[in-house]
């Protein structure tokens, strides 16, 4: 008469199956860990083991904005130009009109593709150039950091 079942019967696993099995499911994440992270600018281990990795998307350069008189109605319209982003591939941008008194967001954002955007018709002023264009590169969801330019000191705008 048997008073209970074997480690079997009760679907315990052998320790020489439980090795095996270990194994099989440590070997294939080492072999991945090995695989480099193509096209990440930046690769960092983490405090428990991990990896953490960023693509950094260049910014672009030498923002402008040239302003110019419009006679009829009275306003000034800006031509918003930058040297593109050194990232391959980079073809939009963001581009948003922000006041220099408040920091708030005047108008945008507006996706361009290309270097240059002309802004809607902005009110006479008597502060100089009271706005900034801040631009920055799109790329496939990520961003670059903002580039500011600030418009020329063009009398004929700044009744």
Not at 54 to 64: C, E, G, H, S
């Amino acid at each position: 008469m048997r008073l209970g079942r074997t480690a079997r019967e009760r679907g315990r696993i052998e320790p020489t199956r439980r090795a095996i099995l270990a194994l099989c499911a440590v070997v294939p994440m080492i072999l991945l860990a090995r695989f480099p992270l193509a096209g990440a600018a930046f690769t960092a281990q983490t405090s428990n083991g991990n990896q953490a990795s960023t693509l950094v998307i260049a910014p672009p350069t030498n923002v402008d904005a040239d302003l110019a008189l419009v006679i009829l109605p009275p306003s000034c319209r800006a031509t918003v130009t930058w040297e593109p982003s050194a990232t391959p591939g980079v073809t939009d941008y963001e581009v948003v009109l922000v006041s220099q008194l408040s920091g708030s967001v005047l108008g945008g954002p507006w996706v361009v593709s290309g270097t240059t955007h002309t802004d809607r018709r902005l009110p006479l002023s008597l502060l100089g150039s009271p706005w900034e264009w801040r631009v920055r590169s799109l790329y496939k969801g990520w961003h670059s950091e903002w580039r500011t330019g600030t418009g020329n000191e063009q009398i004929a705008c700044l009744l």
